[in-house]
């Protein structure tokens, strides 16, 4: 069970998956009138979401400009 959470927890979104989640929150917006707070709240939401979007999107364009996280941690020099 802790596997699976931990698993769980490092699983990364997808740009499209962000976007998916993005278009939710802009449909809670046309769907049903809300209060003000809640439409900010959903707005910022949305744009959270478009961000994430946009940044997976930059980070899978410019790999070549990312610090890559090593595959074995046992090739490290010794001091």
């Known amino acids: ?7 769980r927890a490092c699983q990364m979104f997808t ?7 993005a278009a939710e929150f802009r449909a809670f917006l046309t769907n049903t ?3 003000p707070n809640e439409t900010r709240e959903f707005r910022d939401l949305e744009q959270t979401y478009t ?3 946009e940044n997976e999107e930059w980070m899978a ?18 001091r």
Not at 1 to 7: D, F, G
Not at 61 to 78: E, S
């Open 33 to 35: 009138s809300r209060s």
């Open 61 to 78: 364009v410019h790999l070549d400009k990312t610090i890559q996280r090593r595959k074995n941690n046992d090739n490290r020099t010794a």
């Open 1 to 7: 069970m802790l596997l699976l959470a931990t698993e």
């Open 51 to 53: 961000t994430l979007a």
């Open 15 to 21: 740009a499209e998956q962000y976007r998916a989640k």
